[in-house]
């Protein structure tokens, strides 16, 4: 129950910090990535501010020896590696995320902002995900276990 609550409340606090910094607004998403017409930085003081914590939780969970909410930690074992999979799926996510302007945290918010532009966008999300579950399952089946999912 505690692991539900703390990720509930972790999930509202993103949601409003993004409808706050106005990631979850589209317009606002296609205009900072427009870096040759209208270009607004809005969103790089938002992405820049977002660093600095996650630079803190990195130190600190390194010197811790459990999260506070799970038994352990699910880290992946080589941070510095670069393979197709991850030039791929970054590409995907740029991609979706310049013809949509929705990546999947706000794409989430949006379906109680805006329902009708995020519903779509979530569908295909959700497609894509199990798409990618079912052909890595066939072709690698233990990658399926790398993606949470623990009965391979």
């Known amino acids: 129950m505690k692991q539900i609550s703390l990720a509930l409340l972790s999930g509202m606090l993103f949601g409003a910090g993004l409808t706050y910094s106005g990631m979850a607004n589209p317009a606002k998403v296609r205009g900072f990535l427009d870096i040759f017409g209208a270009w607004n930085p809005a969103l790089m003081f938002v992405m820049g501010g977002a660093m600095l914590p996650m630079l803190i939780a990195w130190r600190v969970q390194a010197r811790l020896k459990a999260p506070l909410a799970a038994p352990r930690f699910s880290l992946p074992q080589d941070l510095?590696?670069?393979?197709?999979?991850?030039?791929?799926?970054?590409?995907?996510?740029?991609?979706?995320?310049?013809?949509?302007?929705?990546?999947?945290?706000?794409?989430?918010?949006?379906?109680?902002?805006?329902?009708?532009?995020?519903?779509?966008f979530v569908l295909a999300m959700l497609g894509g995900m199990a798409l990618f579950k079912a052909v890595t399952s066939r072709i690698v089946p233990e990658a399926t276990k790398a993606f949470g999912s623990e009965e391979g």
């Open 80 to 120: 510095r590696r670069i393979d197709g999979k991850l030039l791929a799926g970054a590409a995907l996510f740029g991609i979706g995320w310049g013809v949509a302007g929705l990546c999947p945290g706000p794409g989430l918010t949006d379906l109680a902002l805006a329902p009708r532009h995020a519903a779509l």
